[in-house]
């Protein structure tokens, strides 16, 4: 199996910027893609960003120009970069990673994201 584990959600003021981490164990080498997922309180989890194992980057039109995502394989960490933060980016933030090998989606356990106003 593979695991996700998420770190460096906190509170940030409007306009300030954040960096969250994802850290894969397990069989990463099963994994093909590696996603950010957010959801507010009574909304639907929405996609952030992606990175395909060729390198391959989308955002979600909400964060584009703003979030970067970025990939590590040597220490088999993700990264999103979060730049000028606006309240609406509140949420909880989750790590994806898709193994095609066994066509399954594994989560981390989310991390917070609190911007205030």
């Known amino acids: 199996q593979v695991q996700l584990v998420e770190s460096g959600g906190g509170l940030v003021q409007a306009g300030g910027s954040l960096r969250l981490s994802c850290l894969a164990s397990g069989k990463i080498y099963t994994i093909n893609t590696r996603n950010w997922y957010r959801q507010a309180p009574g909304k639907q989890r929405e996609l952030v960003a992606g990175i395909t194992s060729g390198g391959t980057v989308s955002y979600g039109d909400s964060v584009k120009g703003r979030f970067t995502m970025s990939r590590d394989d040597v220490r088999n960490t993700v990264y999103l970069q979060m730049n000028s933060l606006k309240p609406e980016d509140t949420a909880v933030y989750y790590c994806?990673?898709?193994?095609?090998?066994?066509?399954?989606?594994?989560w981390g356990q989310g991390t917070q994201v609190t911007v205030s106003s």
């Open positions: 994806n990673a898709w193994s095609r090998q066994y066509n399954h989606n594994y």
